[in-house]
């Protein structure tokens, strides 16, 4: 198992961040405490993966009503940070794409918090690209190279273009020029690319992200591609082990999530209204590709995406359709409602990047007034208001057979408010697989028991629950301890997007 890259280290931000939930987690009893009574955030954690679909679901006003007296509240933290938090019952739920560690799920039955997964959205993982043929005084669609067509093999030399001292892999050193003769050979407008975005610059996030996880499983799925990423693997850390992981190997790269990703393509003016990207070319990141999930690449900066080579051979562009296909050749575990997504040969229509996204909820442990509101969110989201907003950022709506499952776990939730039992106790469950051949497929880091981030069987929502009378979830709250947290959250908070808007970005290979 790769370990936690050496380079990143948590911002000042999130320090404070994550001191303002320990103190607002424990109570004069030592046992933790839930968000408060009535009036206060409904809180919920995650990556920055989802944090377009999830804020905008949390602020339509049928949801604001669902929810009612309590108000939507979301952090994006890193996919890591949100599990954890969310096990420690410092939030009322999490959104991720990772599925609980087993090491996490364990955490969450000592608090007494059992849990269910609800898939909500599925998402393509866009490669997107700034590459300009025709140089202009303003950068619009038609100064852009056209569609860019890659294999995952190429797409692996893009992202692991390693320098001349490296011991050459199978296929050579990488590709670090747009004008490459493999990538011409498929898009021959690319013989034609400017001299400012001739350079290939491919980032990455050096956090934990979702979209490092979805990329290097593509990588060790294909056969061709995976020495490729196993030497990029041996010269950056030295190791042979290349399960996938939501970390990045390569030491430099962008912190700040997602939004910091997109900001190195195509930036915007946040004070603008409504915000705008700044219509000179020469702001805008020129050469650069980057993972990104499809809600981050739409309006305002609207980022041209690649067409990827899926296992049927056809080279697909991330869309509603695409992804859509991509969900029909996927499984759900009846058990714990994880996603498994099989790359089906015979499927010219499928995406071959795709990852699902998860509400992760208490079915233990939350306050009444909070399971009534949760419970209700989940429906919202599960109903056509709901799955026509995550269409809108370009993602699917999920199946029939999963918008079921998640109701049903709404039921589990809304049954919180009128549990009366004050002690119960049950063994843990847990559910693994033989992984099959996926997109996306088994992971050693998020989840040791089983396949994650565009699915796979995890480990289980845990069912052991162990609450009584003096457990904070299930009724008051010590007025003084979420007082102080809540104050310590909001500077955490405003440092953290201080300081998270700071872009570092790799330089141009070579």
């Not at 900001?263 to 603008?272: D, F, G, K």
């Not at 007082?483 to 201080?498: E, I, P, S, Y």
Request: hydrophobic share 40%; with cysteine.
């Amino acid at each position: 198992m790769r370990g936690r890259n050496p380079q990143w280290r948590p911002s000042t931000g999130r320090l404070v961040g994550v001191l303002a939930v320990t103190v607002a987690t424990v109570s004069f009893t030592g046992v933790r405490v839930s968000w408060g009574a009535t009036g206060t955030p409904l809180a919920a954690e995650g990556g920055s993966f989802a944090d377009p679909i999830i804020n905008l679901l949390q602020n339509d006003p049928a949801a604001l009503t669902a929810i009612s007296p309590f108000t939507p509240s979301y952090f994006d933290a890193d996919v890591d940070q949100a599990r954890q938090d969310f096990v420690a019952g410092a939030t009322d739920y999490a959104v991720t794409e990772l599925p609980l560690t087993a090491g996490e799920a364990a955490t969450a039955a000592q608090n007494g918090r059992s849990f269910a997964y609800v898939p909500f959205a599925a998402s393509p993982l866009a490669i997107a690209a700034v590459v300009e043929c025709s140089q202009t005084s303003t950068l619009t669609a038609t100064t852009f190279c056209g569609t860019i067509k890659v294999t995952v093999p190429i797409l692996a030399q893009i992202f692991t273009d390693l320098p001349p001292t490296a011991s050459p892999p199978p296929g050579g050193l990488g590709i670090g020029r747009w004008n490459d003769p493999e990538l011409t050979a498929l898009t021959p407008s690319l013989g034609g690319v400017s001299t400012a975005s001739a350079d290939i610059t491919a980032l990455e996030d050096v956090q934990p992200a979702a979209s490092n996880y979805a990329l290097e499983t593509l990588f060790v799925n294909n056969a061709t591609a995976k020495p490729i990423w196993d030497a990029y693997l041996k010269f950056y850390e030295g190791v042979t082990d290349d399960t996938p992981t939501d970390l990045w190997p390569h030491t430099n790269g962008t912190s700040g999530g997602d939004v910091t990703l997109a900001q190195s393509l195509i930036p915007i003016n946040e004070q603008a209204n409504p915000p705008a990207p700044p219509s000179n070319p020469q702001t805008w990141g020129q050469g650069v590709v980057a993972p990104l999930p499809i809600d981050w690449t739409g309006a305002p900066r609207n980022i041209p995406t690649m067409a990827v080579q899926n296992a049927a051979g056809a080279f697909v562009q991330p869309s509603v359709a695409s992804m859509s296909a991509a969900l029909q050749d996927a499984t759900m575990d009846p058990t714990t409602n994880l996603v498994t997504f099989t790359a089906n040969p015979n499927d010219a229509a499928a995406y071959p990047i795709p990852v699902m996204s998860y509400l992760v909820v208490p079915t233990s442990g939350l306050a009444p007034a909070k399971a009534t509101a949760l419970a209700a969110f989940i429906k919202f989201v599960l109903g056509s208001t709901g799955q026509a907003e995550v269409e809108s950022l370009g993602a699917a709506g999920v199946t029939p057979a999963m918008v079921t499952a998640g109701l049903q776990v709404a039921a589990q939730v809304a049954a919180e408010a009128s549990t009366t039992t004050t002690t119960t106790t049950t063994s843990p469950t847990t559910s693994t697989s033989t992984p099959t051949s996926t997109s996306t497929s088994t992971s050693a880091s998020p989840n040791t028991s089983g396949q994650g981030v565009a699915g796979g069987s995890g480990a289980a929502a845990a069912t052991t629950s162990t609450s009584s009378p003096s457990l904070a979830l299930t009724g008051g709250v010590p007025w003084p301890v979420p007082l102080v947290g809540g104050a310590l959250v909001l500077v955490g908070f405003v440092a953290r997007r201080t300081l998270r808007s700071r872009i570092t970005p790799r330089g141009s290979k070579t």
